[in-house]
């Protein structure tokens, strides 16, 4: 692996990512900041969450803005307000060194007509969620003309959000612009239709392999548990993490609101975060776990999207997740920032198979706990 600075990143930039415990590029960022900044064309990346992606995008974005411009000229559109946010607050980290470059970050859930003043401001780059920008570009409130760098993140999460139609617009507003970055975990046959009637002929292509993302900081356990045993199991664990704190995922909402009862009851400090969450409710619990009032958080998947929480300890899987590579998903959201980390699953006899699966899909080992 090369340095930042052979990949091409100017100190400054670098001494932004010092100050994060970036040191290392990751194997994405390897990969494609060299390609980004040099060709800048179109670059379809398939790389899962917790693979970097955000410096990936995000340094060779920077170092494409004119600052001296006042014309949005960078657009990244991600699935979530949660990644949408953090992504903002990555891109301010990164330029606490250098010149100023000014980042709108546009969602759902916030006030429409405080958005609408900030555009007013200079603003270099914008990263949205696509609703809300659609509904922001309807009002006048920003136009795309000037946009030369178009990222989606987690493309194939957008699409099966159900945002096509706005994609398509969004490519349609931008037509001037001089490369188009798509990252996305998995590649399905939607995105493809998306590639090739929105992308140039020959975009390039770049392929994380799955054994790579792997955070080596974390031990992967599992233990064998019947369904009515695992709430005990959750409890004898979480009365021995003293000041630790950690996310139990669960599969489903009905799932995560009674294990957040059974664990409320037996006095733990847990919050509960799931879709039917009004987004103020959302924001609440959010706040109480990062300020630290919360040890422990339980969540569904959909909801912990764009989790980024510093400092924890474990997560534990209540259920394996649906998609295996939401086990990356979760699992990434501990030991980060070179701190080592627990992931435990909790599963069925008969689920043994799927830790083998992991093992192998992933290049994991797990242990067994009892």
Not at 190 to 210: E, F, Q, R
Not at 221 to 244: E, G, H
């Amino acid at each position: 692996m090369k340095t930042f600075k052979e990949l091409g990143i100017p100190s400054n930039l670098i001494q932004g990512l010092q100050e994060l415990g970036i040191i290392h590029p990751t194997e994405i960022q390897d990969k494609a900041i060299p390609f980004l900044l040099e060709n800048g064309g179109d670059l379809i990346a398939q790389a899962q969450t917790g693979t970097g992606k955000t410096a990936a995008f995000g340094l060779p974005l920077l170092m494409k803005v004119n600052p001296k411009s006042r014309e949005i000229q960078g657009l990244i559109v991600a699935p979530t307000r949660e990644l949408a946010k953090q992504i903002g607050k990555q891109l301010f980290r990164y330029t606490k060194f250098s010149e100023k470059i000014f980042v709108e970050v546009l969602c759902g859930g916030d006030d429409f007509d405080r958005q609408v003043s900030a555009l007013q401001r200079p603003t270099h780059i914008v990263v949205a969620t696509p609703g809300r920008l659609i509904d922001l570009i309807h009002k006048k409130a920003l136009t795309l003309v000037g946009v030369k760098h178009l990222v989606l993140d987690e493309a194939d999460e957008m699409l099966s959000m159900g945002f096509k139609k706005e994609l398509v617009k969004i490519f349609g507003l931008t037509r001037a612009r001089k490369s188009t970055w798509l990252f996305s975990a998995t590649i399905p046959d939607a995105i493809h239709g998306l590639i090739k009637d929105c992308m140039s002929g020959k975009p390039n292509l770049l392929k994380i392999d799955k054994a790579h993302v792997v955070n080596r900081d974390i031990d992967h356990q599992f233990a064998i548990c019947s369904r009515d045993d695992k709430s005990a199991f959750v409890a004898t664990f979480l009365k021995r993490q003293q000041d630790n704190r950690g996310v139990i995922f669960c599969r489903t909402k009905a799932g995560a609101i009674i294990l957040g009862k059974q664990l409320t009851t037996k006095g733990f400090p847990v919050d509960v975060l799931q879709g039917d969450l009004t987004q103020k409710e959302r924001d609440t619990v959010m706040r109480s776990f990062k300020k630290e009032r919360t040890q422990f958080l339980i969540a569904t998947d959909v909801a912990a999207r764009g989790i980024d929480v510093e400092g924890l300890s474990f997560v534990i899987h209540h259920q394996l997740p649906e998609q295996m590579e939401y086990y990356t998903h979760r699992s990434g959201r501990t030991a980060r920032a070179g701190k080592k980390g627990i992931s435990i699953a909790l599963i069925e006899p008969r689920e043994r198979p799927k830790i083998t699966k992991l093992e192998n899909d992933l290049g994991l080992t797990f242990s067994e706990v009892h």
